[in-house]
């Protein structure tokens, strides 16, 4: 089993990429191969809304964001993480997964792509307040963010009232929440 890790957060060892990790040494530890990529890392842009898609799904801009395409195609659970930023998911985020609009148009519209592996998908993702409402927000655009690529929405894990950095190591209870969920996405 290929488990791939999506971090979202332009931190890049807060408190969702602790999370993140623990939730992937839980698929680790049922002998997953595990990848982790950093979007803050990759260098790509937003969505240029082109006119002239490919009907195989593929954008028609090289950069980074072909590779991680790949690895989402060959991977067999895909675990994706952000905080939340003002209600919504980080920006990082959001722009990956706009790159993903000339997927949706090939298989929705054209109807010329077709993924042959239903794969699994857990979202992690951590907020400063009390607002359950936020993590709803981001939790509709990730759940359509899989369902274009073909991953069933199987895992979450939402925790909020955290701000500080590396503040959720405190909390233990959350973190073996994300190793146990790492675990099952791989048992499915």
């Keep these: 089993m290929k488990i791939l890790g999506i971090l979202g957060s332009p931190r890049i060892d807060g408190n969702t990429a602790i999370l993140l990790d623990y939730a992937l040494s839980g698929a680790r530890s049922e002998q997953a191969e595990v990848e982790k990529v950093i ?48 209600g919504s998911l980080s920006s990082q985020t959001k722009m990956m997964i706009d790159r993903f609009q000339c997927l949706w148009q090939a298989k929705y519209i054209r109807k010329t792509y077709r ?35 073909d991953v069933i929405y199987k895992e979450e894990l939402f925790v909020s009232g955290i701000e500080k950095k590396g503040e959720i190591l405190e909390h233990k209870d959350h973190l073996e929440r994300a190793c146990e969920m790492g675990y099952r996405l791989i048992k499915e």
């Design 115 to 149: 993924q042959e592996k239903k794969r699994l998908g857990g979202f992690i993702s951590v907020e400063a307040s009390k607002r359950l409402d936020f993590f709803e927000n981001a939790k509709a655009i990730v759940k359509n963010f899989f369902a274009t690529i």
């Design 39 to 86: 979007l803050r890392k990759l260098h790509f842009t937003g969505c240029l809304e082109c006119e002239d898609t490919r009907d195989d799904g593929e954008c028609l801009i090289n950069d980074d964001m072909r590779m991680l395409y790949k690895k989402i195609s060959s991977s067999d659970v895909i675990i994706l993480a952000s905080p939340i930023f003002f």
